[in-house]
């Protein structure tokens, strides 16, 4: 599915210089389900924006589906990002004003859908993650497991390839960030790969791979036997 090759990220601000990412080389094959632990400050999150091509690294290599994106513009790589990738976070990043239908609705809007394949397909993820009977409401009236329900419908209902998400569960009681990892892993189970950051070892326990970053560097690897 992926594979970077001595990624290095850097960010300089002012007279500062962090190096987040220390030549990384990791490669994630389709239908993985893969979690990112390490400490505070490790550069997990800087990872997985990377890997979602929201940020750039300094220097190295990033093959996704085996094309080099390295040095992709941001309209070829937010093309490829619509179409592939679909994005979990730990405060839902639900849009306020629309409704939950509408929120998950915006996930099609770039992908050239009639309107009624769109709502046909947006009430069957509504069904799948159980939020249907709620279509109508503003993310602020739901709870906030409700929220990352409406969220991981969000990033599946283009049959993106590939979920990224970062402290999922991070937001949520202990029952509700179980019912999500419970989404997580059945999406997996259909072939969906899955990468994700935690910072809680019994979610990372739903991985089958556990990658451990220090300092910018890939400390560790666990692979589990499925
Ligand atoms: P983690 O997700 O593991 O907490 P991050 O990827 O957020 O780590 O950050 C890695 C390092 O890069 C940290 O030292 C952090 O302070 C720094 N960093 C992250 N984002 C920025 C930024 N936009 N500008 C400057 N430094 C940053
Ligand atoms: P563009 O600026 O070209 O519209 P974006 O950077 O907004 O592209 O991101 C494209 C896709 O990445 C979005 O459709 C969405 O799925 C995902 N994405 C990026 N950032 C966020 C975010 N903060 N919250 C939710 N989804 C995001």
Redesign the pocket.
């Known amino acids: 599915m992926l594979k970077l090759h001595n990624l290095t990220r850097v960010y300089q601000t002012e007279d500062v210089e962090t190096l987040a990412l220390n030549e990384v080389n990791i490669e994630i094959g389709q239908g993985e389900f893969v979690a990112i632990m390490g400490p505070s400050g490790c550069g997990k999150s800087t990872l997985l924006n990377t890997i ?1 091509m ?1 940020d750039s690294p300094s220097s190295g290599q990033y093959l996704f589906l085996d094309e080099d994106i390295s040095n992709y513009s ?2 070829k790589l ?1 093309e490829i ?2 179409r592939n ?3 979990i ?1 730990q405060n839902f ?1 639900l849009i306020d004003e629309l409704t939950v239908e509408e929120n998950i609705e ?2 099609l809007l ?1 992908h050239n859908i009639p309107s009624a394949e769109r709502k046909s397909r947006v009430a069957k993820v509504m069904d799948r993650v159980g939020i249907a009977h709620r279509a109508k409401h503003m993310p602020s009236q739901l709870s906030g497991g409700q929220q990352q329900r409406v ?1 991981v419908a ?2 599946v209902v283009g049959d993106q390839k590939m979920i990224l998400a970062d402290e999922p569960t991070g937001n949520l009681d202990s029952a509700h960030g179980q019912e999500v990892m419970e989404m997580l892993q059945s999406l997996n189970d259909e072939g969906t790969t899955i990468i994700m950051v935690t910072h809680s070892p019994a979610h990372a326990d739903y991985a089958k791979r556990v990658i451990n970053l220090f300092d910018g560097s890939v400390v560790t690897e666990n692979i589990r036997a499925a």
Do not use: H, Q
Request: proline content about 0%.
């Open positions: 979602g929201l941001e309209a937010s990002r619509k990738i679909g994005f976070f990043n915006l996930a770039y969220a969000r990033a």
